[in-house]
């Protein structure tokens, strides 16, 4: 991740599970103990929390198939459980399954729960509506 107005040039690279951070520092800088204290850890691990990779998306799924289990919805919900919604949702509608179905199955949880689940990834922007999906993957589909 780079792109942090404050520090031009930096990348931070933080572990899918964020148990760590790189610090990948500009051609010829070195990382002092001053630099290091005055780094934006926390606005890092902060940003990294809220978004997922399309291909980091596609491992949690391909784990899930393989065997484990889909990461847990945190209290309250987050911008990552979101957007697992959200891909689950697409790729069911990908292979021609009911998406709520899907997402009710894929997790373990009840059609309430499923639903409420839906609404928030769609409040969130992370999910569209049925007909917008479905129209969206049939488009998919074709190309």
């Known amino acids: 991740m780079g792109g942090i107005d404050t520090w031009p040039g930096w990348e ?10 790189k610090v990948v520092p500009p051609d010829g800088t070195a990382v002092t103990p001053r630099l290091w204290k005055a780094m934006p850890i926390g606005h890092v691990l902060r940003l990294a929390s809220s978004t997922w990779t399309v291909a980091a998306l596609a491992g949690v799924i391909a784990r899930h198939d393989a065997g484990s289990a889909l990461p847990r919805r945190p209290f ?27 997402i009710v199955e894929y997790f373990g949880i009840s059609e309430k729960t499923a639903d409420r689940w839906l609404s928030e990834a ?10 917008e999906e479905k129209r969206a ?3 998919r589909s074709v190309s």
Do not use: C, I, M
């Open 137 to 139: 993957a049939q488009q």
């Open 12 to 21: 931070f690279v933080v572990a899918a599970d964020e148990s760590w951070v």
């Open 122 to 131: 769609r409040a969130a922007g992370e999910l569209g509506s049925y007909l």
């Open 76 to 102: 309250g919900g987050s911008a990552k459980h979101n957007a697992v919604v959200a891909y689950t949702y697409r790729a069911a509608l990908q292979r021609g399954e009911k998406p709520r179905e899907a």
